[in-house]
């Protein structure tokens, strides 16, 4: 019910930077939170950044503890788009780089970190951090 569509990715030398887009359509009122995950071959998908998404919790931010001093993460609600500023990229930080979008309503704080958190998912775009 939500479409999400990554976009951004590229090659990139290690200290540079790259900004990935990811532009929901579909039910996006029902959106809780959005986020970021990375995957590169062979590994398991991990935590990148979140960002509430409605409620009192919108716009609220979160980072995997490797990237908080580097990345950030951002929305343009009227666009239906989160966004993920990398700055200071690494090399071992090549990975494909998902979208990720969560029905799941959550009271009080919570940091929706998980994959199981996330009920939608992008394509994926891919990010080549060279040495």
């Known amino acids: 019910q939500v479409q999400l569509v990554e976009s951004g990715g590229g090659l990139v030398q290690a200290g540079g930077s790259l900004r990935l887009s990811c532009a929901a359509s579909?039910?996006?009122?029902?959106?809780?939170?959005m986020g970021w995950f990375r995957q590169a071959p062979g590994k398991e998908r991990e935590f990148v950044a979140g960002?509430?998404?409605?409620?009192?919790?919108?716009?609220?931010?979160y980072y995997a503890d490797s990237v908080k001093a580097r990345f950030t993460i951002s929305r343009d609600n009227a666009k239906n788009t989160v966004y993920l500023q990398m700055n200071s990229l690494k090399a071992e930080e090549t990975a494909v780089y998902y979208c990720?979008?969560?029905?799941?309503?959550?009271?009080?704080?919570?940091?929706?970190?998980?994959?199981?958190?996330?009920?939608?998912w992008g394509q994926g775009t891919q990010v080549t951090v060279s040495a």
């Open positions: 990720a979008a969560s029905y799941k309503y959550k009271t009080g704080t919570y940091y929706y970190t998980e994959r199981r958190d996330y009920d939608y």
């Open positions: 960002i509430g998404w409605s409620g009192w919790s919108a716009g609220n931010t």
């Open positions: 579909g039910r996006t009122f029902s959106i809780y939170a």
